[in-house]
C-alpha cells in the first residue's frame, strides 16, 4: 500500500516552459488536492477534485490547470512556468472534504 | 473566509518539557480541525481530527482541544522528546471541499 505517490520529486524549469506533475493514489479515495507550500506560509490549495472526471479551482488556480480522467490519477499542469510558481507541491486525497488528508511526499519545483 | 494563524512561529524546549502550540481561526462554523506534523523535505501527517461537537482529542502524548466560540484550537504535548522536533501545522475548513492551513509552528526539543 503505497498510500499517495507524485512524481518527479525534483524538476528545474526555464521560464515559459510547461510540464506536469503526477499525483496517484491507492487508497480509493474521491477527494484529491494539489497544494503549494511557500517559506513563512501554510498549505495553500490550487486545485481540488470531488471525484472522477472533476475539478474545481482552489485558493490560488491561476497559472495551473488539472485534470482527473482516472480515480487514482490527478494531473497538476503548468503551461507557462513563472518564477512566482517556484514553490514545493504536494498532492493529498481523503474520502470526503471534511475528513482527514493523507499528503504525498511533495515535488520540489524551481522556475528559473 | 477562514483565516488561519499559528503563534509562535518556532519554539524551542528543553527534552521533557510539557508544551502548548496555538491555532486560532476567523471562522467558528466549522466541522472539525485538523492536526498535522511535518518533517523537513517530507510531506504532512495527519495527527489528531477533532470534530465540531468534541472538546479535545488524545492520541498518547497528544492532546489536541477545540473552543469553537473563542475560535481556538491548542495541540499539547506532553514529555517531549527530541524525535518530536518538526513543524506543526493546522487545519480548519473553509467549506466542505476546502481547508485552511496555518504557517505552522517550527518546534525544536533540545536533547
Known amino acids: 500500500n503505497a498510500g499517495v505517490t507524485q512524481t518527479p520529486k525534483f524538476r528545474v524549469l526555464k521560464t515559459g516552459q510547461s510540464m506536469t506533475l503526477l499525483c496517484a493514489q491507492d487508497?480509493?479515495?474521491?477527494?484529491m488536492y494539489w497544494y503549494r507550500q511557500d517559506p513563512g506560509m501554510g498549505l495553500r490549495l490550487i486545485h481540488y477534485?470531488?471525484?472522477?472526471?472533476?475539478?474545481a479551482k482552489g485558493e490560488v488556480p491561476d497559472g495551473y490547470n488539472v485534470s482527473r480522467l482516472k480515480k487514482q490519477n490527478f494531473l497538476l499542469g503548468l503551461e507557462s512556468a513563472a518564477p512566482s510558481q517556484t514553490s514545493v507541491y504536494f498532492c493529498?486525497?481523503?474520502?470526503?472534504?471534511?475528513?482527514?488528508?493523507?499528503f504525498g511526499p511533495g515535488t520540489r519545483l524551481t522556475v528559473l | 473566509k477562514q483565516e488561519v494563524t499559528q503563534i509562535p512561529a518556532a519554539l524551542s524546549v528543553p527534552e521533557g518539557e510539557n508544551l502548548v502550540l496555538n491555532c486560532s481561526f476567523t471562522?467558528?462554523?466549522?466541522?472539525?480541525l485538523q492536526w498535522f506534523r511535518q518533517d523537513p523535505g517530507k510531506g504532512l501527517t495527519s495527527l489528531l481530527l477533532?470534530?465540531?461537537?468534541?472538546r479535545e482529542q488524545t492520541s498518547g502524548r497528544l492532546n489536541a482541544s477545540l473552543d469553537k466560540s473563542s475560535g481556538r484550537s491548542t495541540l499539547y504535548i506532553a514529555a517531549s522528546q527530541p524525535g518530536d522536533s518538526a513543524t506543526y501545522l493546522c487545519?480548519?475548513?473553509?467549506?466542505?471541499?476546502?481547508?485552511?492551513f496555518g504557517a505552522g509552528t517550527r518546534l525544536t526539543v533540545k536533547p
Open positions: 493529498a486525497s481523503s474520502t470526503h472534504g471534511v475528513n482527514t488528508q493523507y
Open positions: 487508497m480509493n479515495h474521491e477527494y
Open positions: 477534485s470531488v471525484g472522477e472526471g472533476t475539478t
Open positions: 471562522d467558528s462554523a466549522i466541522y472539525n
Open positions: 477533532i470534530q465540531s461537537s468534541q
Open positions: 487545519a480548519a475548513p473553509y467549506n466542505n471541499n476546502d481547508m485552511r
